[in-house]
């Protein structure tokens, strides 16, 4: 499995990705500041952790993990303080695509910490 | 030497996420493509007028109730009555319990399109949460069809045209999202007072503010109306 943890990371970071910009190209859920904040970590993720599982670069982690822990840092965030926060994302929606973003956030930095070598 | 499986498979999902990537892309520009569509608005006044006034409402908002007394019902005096304006309300639905209100109220437009302003004050007036039947209310406005309203009401007959509505606002809104929106013309208008908004039209040049239109003839006929 540790093989594979990379690709698995980077599986999840392409989900992120697909759903995020969905969200706003086709369901037209504006981005508000926060969302930005998270997509300014995970898109890098998306390019770097897919070359680092095409060459199997453990060493990644060094570079990536600090972005997943941010986005994560800022998903719950958006999360807990939703009421507080932008209009756009107080609603159920984007309650929900903060929660799931917080968690593959926190699934990745996880994978990546995991598969250090 | 071949590629092992692991950057075969890594490559393949590249390519799948690359296509996945322009679906996106080209599955929102058609969506954005498509335009409010007329059947699912409530149209009122003059249709060939230069002036057009956008409404977005949600029949639970405590904002749009409080447009509804103070403003709409001189909006209606001085711009829709006279002919000067066409009014485009377009229902939506965003606070739980409100899409019963907004089906219904589109039910009536399309079945009594006389009855829809006393129907939708009516609602504002009484409905202040969701348990409100929208039918009950519909009894005390005449010329309304209630065994009709009620079928629609129960098989939710306008959901897909609300939905339709619900994505347009906030295509249109994006981060600006907030209820009620008016739009006079295409332009973003505040809806705090009708001092404001008949200012801002005045500003248009379709129809002249009234205080300052002394020797124009159409005003006069306004100003009685009024």
Same mark, same amino acid.
């Given at each position: ?5 990379? /690709? ?34 995970? /898109? ?74 | !030497?071949?590629?092992? +499986?692991?950057?075969?498979?890594? !490559? ?38 230069? !002036? ?69 004050? =009516? ?38 045209? +609300? ?62 109306? =009024?």
């Amino acid at each position: 499995m540790k093989e594979y943890a990379l /690709y698995i990371a980077w599986l999840i970071t392409l989900i992120g990705v697909g759903v995020s910009l969905a969200a706003s190209e086709l369901l037209f859920l504006p981005p508000c500041p926060l969302c930005w904040v998270q997509r300014c970590s995970l /898109y890098p993720l998306a390019l770097i952790l897919g070359i680092a599982a095409y060459r199997d670069d453990r060493q990644i982690y060094i570079y990536t993990l600090p972005l997943a822990l941010i986005g994560a840092g800022f998903a719950f965030y958006q999360f807990f303080t939703a009421t507080r926060g932008c209009s756009a994302c107080s609603g159920s929606e984007g309650l929900l695509l903060a929660l799931f973003s917080g968690i593959g956030f926190s699934a990745i930095a996880f994978i990546l910490y995991k598969s250090r070598s | !030497m071949g590629l092992s +499986l692991k950057k075969r498979l890594v !490559m393949a999902t590249a390519f799948i996420a690359v296509l996945a990537l322009f679906s996106i892309f080209f599955l929102g520009s058609e969506a954005a493509k498509k335009n409010l569509a007329m059947e699912g608005v409530v149209v009122l006044g003059n249709p060939q007028a230069k !002036m057009e006034f956008l409404v977005i409402e949600d029949f639970l908002c405590s904002s749009c109730r409080s447009f509804h007394s103070q403003v709409f019902s001189q909006i209606n005096r001085t711009y829709i009555a006279t002919g000067q304006a066409r009014y485009i309300l377009v229902p939506i639905s965003v606070i739980h319990g409100s899409e019963s209100l907004a089906n219904a109220a589109l039910a009536v437009y399309q079945q009594a399109p006389h009855s829809f302003i006393p129907f939708i004050s =009516q609602m504002f007036r009484y409905a202040i949460d969701d348990e409100i039947d929208p039918v009950a209310l519909a009894s005390k406005v005449d010329g309304i069809d209630l065994f009709q309203l009620r079928t629609c009401v129960a098989e939710d007959c306008n959901r897909e045209k +609300l939905e339709q509505n619900l994505r347009w606002a906030r295509r249109k809104m994006g981060n600006r999202f907030a209820l009620p929106a008016l739009f006079i013309n295409g332009k973003r208008a505040s809806t705090g007072s009708f001092s404001e908004i008949s200012r801002q039209v005045a500003d248009e040049g379709h129809v002249h503010h009234f205080d300052q239109c002394e020797e124009i003839v159409s005003c006069e006929e306004a100003k009685e109306v =009024q």
